[in-house]
């Protein structure tokens, strides 16, 4: 600060000059820069970290809904083929375990058509034991072929299954 020293007529005779050191609130303004620069570093080097973290969280909530996901599609089947098995345990003869197998396999396998049949490579004989499906099939339970012609006509007409 300049200030005008004068005498006792008003004049203006010198000048006083006061001087205040500010080199330490300098000093403290620039570190208090360095620290916010710093912090404000180590707030986006976590913020990043923090990003990186959930997303491998989400991937492994979405892995993880998958697996259970299968798990459940697994249980199912092993319920289903447990009461199949229970099925054929009660049946007493081969066409009521064909028809018993039959009843659920639709669910295990998608398709619009399934049969089961019995070969006797020896006789030439096929012999359907059951059919399950959507439709006329030209091939009912019971019905006998002697012809291996037949078998595969019988084969690619009737298995439908996708």
Do not use: F
Request: charged share 30%; with cysteine.
């Amino acid at each position: 600060m300049i200030s005008p020293l004068r005498n006792r007529r008003g004049g203006i005779v010198g000048r006083a000059i006061i001087a205040h050191d500010i080199t330490h609130l300098k000093q403290a303004e620039e570190a208090l820069r360095h620290r916010q620069d710093h912090l404000e570093a180590v707030v986006a080097e976590r913020t990043r970290a923090l990003r990186e973290a959930n997303a491998q969280l989400q991937r492994e909530i979405a892995e993880r809904r998958r697996a259970e996901e299968e798990l459940g599609r697994y249980a199912a089947r092993m319920e289903i083929l447990h009461e199949i098995d229970r099925a054929i345990l009660a049946a007493r003869s081969p066409e009521e375990i064909a028809t018993a197998a039959l009843s659920r396999i639709q669910d295990l396998v998608p398709c619009q058509r399934a049969a089961i049949a019995l070969a006797d490579w020896a006789t030439n004989e096929l012999v359907i034991m059951a059919i399950k499906g959507r439709g006329e099939t030209t091939w009912p339970a019971g019905a006998k072929s002697r012809s291996r012609a037949k078998w595969a006509t019988a084969a690619h007409s009737e298995s439908v299954c996708r």
